[in-house]
Nanobody
Framework: QVQLVESGGGLVQAGGSLRLSCAAS????????MGWFRQAPGKEREFVAA????????YYADSVKGRFTISRDNAKNTVYLQMNSLKPEDTAVYYC?????????????????WGQGTQVTVSS
């Protein structure tokens, strides 16, 4: 069992930056691929970024490529999402997810564990 707790959300102006963190419990964190997803009001949850167990492979949605960076520190059981050049359309609740596999996925259904989410609001 893995528990995930996100932090770092907040209100920021367009063009600003935020760094989200996701702290995981459990001894097997380093064997899990991790992902970030987001859900805006009235919309479905969508893929943002994912990272393999070692951090050697990363994946991004086209909408965030070049602006967001996913990373992980297995010694700290933590995954990060650095978000730069934020836009109002990035406003959403951001969720951290863990997958019981070494390999990342862009699909929500492939993830076994989810955090409670953290709100990110970007003002214009």
């Amino acid at each position: 069992q893995v528990q995930l707790v996100e932090s770092g959300g907040g209100l920021v102006q367009a063009g600003g930056s935020l760094r989200l963190s996701c702290a995981a419990s459990g001894r097997t964190f380093s064997s899990y691929a991790m992902g970030w997803f987001r859900q805006a009001p009235g919309k479905e949850r969508e893929f943002v970024a994912a990272i393999s167990w070692s951090g050697g492979s990363t994946y991004y949605a086209d909408s965030v490529k070049g602006r967001f960076t996913i990373s992980r520190d297995n010694a700290k059981n933590t995954v990060y999402l650095q978000m730069n050049s934020l836009k109002p359309e990035d406003t959403a609740v951001y969720y951290c997810a863990g997958r019981g596999s070494y390999y990342a996925s862009t699909e929500t259904t492939k993830y076994d564990y989810w955090g409670q989410g953290t709100q990110v609001t970007v003002s214009s």
